[in-house]
């Protein structure tokens, strides 16, 4: 269980907290937390978690991939309202959704964008404007080191090591490549200098046209 007392600050009102799992495979699992009106906290893709956080409000389940520690983090915090992916309460009816993600965001700290065309995720990512911080599930990846002989392996398969960029998955399931092209579109405009992921090291970027490379090979 992750000890978020130790919360890492990223930047004003954003803090994340990593999960490290050895089964076959070395897997780093992320979480972003964020403060939001001063006061509440907004979890994205809950990991294993302790009881000290403060007043949760928001648990989302970005992708229809991360949802393993959705209803733990709702059963901790029972107050809070728990987001899924679209589809993902119809993948996993035991667990208790309160809310489908949709847009425009109700967050008014947290823009977000739907990525059309990619039914495997239907993953939602979303933009802190006030510290340029983009947060993403399995968009990006930043793998940098890995002591798993084998997972390296892994990532080399995915086309992810230690780059900044997309895995080759997003190429084979993407169903229509204009309709994500368009969010992906969305996505750049936003001033982003910082991103979050699910799996890697957040990056600090210089602006649209490093984000946009790296989301190259989803318009090839």
Same mark, same amino acid.
């Given at each position: ?41 907004? !979890?994205?893709?809950? *990991? ?10 928001? *648990? ?12 733990? %983090? ?20 035991? *667990? ?33 404007? %006030? ?57 750049? %405009? ?14 600090? *970027? ?8 790296? !989301?190259? %090979?989803?318009?090839?």
């Amino acid at each position: 269980m992750a000890d978020t007392s130790a919360l890492r600050m990223l930047a004003p009102d954003v803090w994340d907290v990593e999960r490290h799992e050895h089964s076959g495979l070395h897997i780093r699992m992320r979480m972003t937390v964020v403060r939001r009106a001063g006061r509440v906290l907004w !979890l994205h893709s809950p *990991i294993a978690i302790d009881d000290a956080l403060g007043e949760v409000r928001d *648990i989302v389940a970005p992708n229809r991939g991360h949802h393993r520690f959705a209803a733990a %983090a709702k059963q901790r915090f029972p107050q809070a309202r728990l987001w899924a992916a679209p589809g993902l309460p119809r993948k996993r009816k035991n *667990i208790p959704f309160d809310v489908v993600l949709s847009e425009p965001s109700v967050w008014r700290e947290l823009e977000s964008v739907f990525l059309s065309g990619a039914p495997l995720w239907n993953e939602h990512v979303f933009f802190h404007a %006030a510290s340029r911080t983009l947060i993403c599930t399995d968009l990006l990846f930043n793998i940098r080191d890995e002591p798993s002989a084998v997972t390296r392996v892994f990532y080399r398969w995915l086309g992810v090591w230690q780059r900044f960029g997309t895995n080759r998955i997003w190429l084979w399931k993407t169903k229509d490549r204009a309709a994500l092209g368009a969010s992906l579109d969305r996505i750049v %405009a936003w001033d982003v200098r910082r991103v979050v992921m699910a799996h890697g090291d957040p990056i600090d *970027i210089t602006g649209s046209a490093e984000l946009a490379s790296a !989301l190259l %090979a989803l318009r090839a």
